[in-house]
């Protein structure tokens, strides 16, 4: 019988090798799920050192799956949002002389409420 064990170096070729074998590595929330053809416990000899090296690096798999997950689902890039401390877009009006927006901090806080009932 020829055994061939590899140890992979990233995510990705691990959950490939997986793939080979008929194992199929899901992201299920925040955690990992695997579905074989087979039980856990009655895996071939040639799988078995690939799911243990699974066991072992599962947040690191983890967290290459939810970065694919979100390259799928956001192919564009995110905008950035403002840092604490930076201005606050509320922090904008519209300024009739000067026919356009201006930078006013804090006019929008100088607004009446209402009651609502």
Do not use: K
């Not at 970065?67 to 877009?89: C, I, K, M, N, S």
């Amino acid at each position: 019988m020829n055994l061939r064990v590899t140890l992979t170096t990233s995510p990705s070729e691990l959950i490939s090798e997986l793939t080979r074998h008929q194992v199929q590595v899901l992201l299920s929330g925040d955690r990992l799920r695997i579905r074989t053809p087979w039980p856990v416990a009655e895996a071939p000899e040639e799988v078995r050192p690939l799911l243990r090296e699974l066991r072992q690096r599962q947040a690191e798999v983890r967290e290459s799956l939810q970065q694919e997950r979100d390259r799928r689902l956001f192919p564009y890039p995110l905008p950035e949002t403002l840092a604490l401390g930076g201005v606050d877009p509320l922090d904008f009006r519209y300024c009739p002389e000067r026919q356009g927006m201006i930078l006013d901090v804090g006019w929008w806080r100088g607004i009446p409420r209402r009651r609502l009932h």
